[in-house]
């Protein structure tokens, strides 16, 4: 198989697929849901096309182009959740990321990340089997693991999100347990402190206080607001601070003692976190000492006896 063939085939192979989605997608061809009907008769109807309505923010940079395609995008996310068994909990990863994105968004994005790794898969094996270094077999496998490469990738880049995510809020967490502390120990209670620490500090932790503040205006128990508070977040440290803060509001036991006892946890969590990343530092930086520095310095202290040993001999 020439390059000249295998570009063609390849130029072949995404025109069919072009061609096939456009047919998939056409009016007569696409089913109208039941939305889509009633929705002319509840609002007013806007001459303008729909594809080039900016409200849904766009997930490439293609624009125009990802607004055409969102649809088969959405019936792709849509399968796959069905096939996918951890929805629920993705859904809860998802909120531990702290972003707006449901399900279906994440499905998408990672469809549209194994379509890319099967673009570039399948370029790179095109022109390796094109100059003859590979068969058939090889380009179907490593077209396949391009774009389960590209699957995997999404869900990694969520799970370091999560983890960057964390370690933010565990690092706050001290400093506006202490403020919180303070303005209960100046007299405020618990929704004052917390409405004094949302508007002087800004993070992660400080809007997700934010929300818990909006939900109780809104009607919603403290202690409602703070369990779903952290059952969004799920870390140990915070969850030990919620069931603190619920007892206390709830027995009127003291409220600062509980928040600068939980402020001190954490503070040394961290310490300890701390000492062992350093034991863990100290135990890989042996490596290079005893197979790196050890043996030039043995070389360094023999070579000149050895050299002399020589000359005498």
């Not at 629920?88 to 399900?103: D, E, I």
């Not at 090889?138 to 370690?167: E, M, P, S, W």
């Amino acid at each position: 198989m020439t390059g000249l063939t295998s570009m063609a085939m390849l130029a072949g192979a995404m025109v069919g697929i072009s061609l096939l989605l456009v047919l998939h997608r056409l009016p007569p061809l696409r089913s109208t849901t039941f939305a889509e009907r009633v929705a002319p008769q509840l609002r007013s109807v806007s001459p303008a096309s729909r594809l080039l309505d900016p409200s849904t923010p766009d997930l490439t940079p293609f624009g125009p182009l990802e607004r055409i395609l969102r649809p088969v995008l959405r019936d792709a996310g849509r399968r796959l959740a069905r096939l996918s068994p951890g929805n629920r909990s993705l859904a809860v990863r998802l909120q531990q990321a702290g972003g707006t994105k449901t399900v279906l968004d994440f499905r998408v994005e990672q469809v549209l990340c194994a379509g890319g790794g099967l673009l570039m898969g399948g370029t790179a094996t095109a022109f390796l089997a094109g100059s003859g270094r590979i068969g058939v077999p090889a380009v179907v496998l490593g077209i396949l693991a391009c774009a389960a490469a590209g699957f995997l990738l999404r869900d990694y880049l969520l799970t370091h999100q999560i983890k960057r995510r964390n370690a933010r809020i565990l690092a706050e967490f001290p400093s506006l347990a202490e403020m919180m502390a303070l303005a209960v120990g100046a007299g405020e209670n618990a929704v004052g402190s917390l409405e004094r620490v949302s508007a002087a500090a800004q993070g992660e932790l400080a809007g997700e206080f934010r929300r818990v503040l909006a939900q109780t205006r809104a009607g919603t128990p403290l202690t409602a607001a703070l369990e779903e508070l952290s059952d969004r977040i799920r870390l140990a440290p915070l969850t030990r601070f919620v069931d603190g803060v619920s007892v206390a509001v709830e027995r009127g036991t003291p409220l600062a003692d509980v928040m600068r006892a939980q402020a001190q946890d954490v503070r040394d969590a961290a310490k300890r976190e701390l000492m062992e990343t350093a034991g863990k530092k100290e135990i890989a930086m042996m490596v290079p000492v005893v197979f790196g520095i050890l043996p030039l310095t043995v070389l360094f202290a023999v070579f000149p006896g050895m050299a002399l040993l020589r000359l005498g001999l």
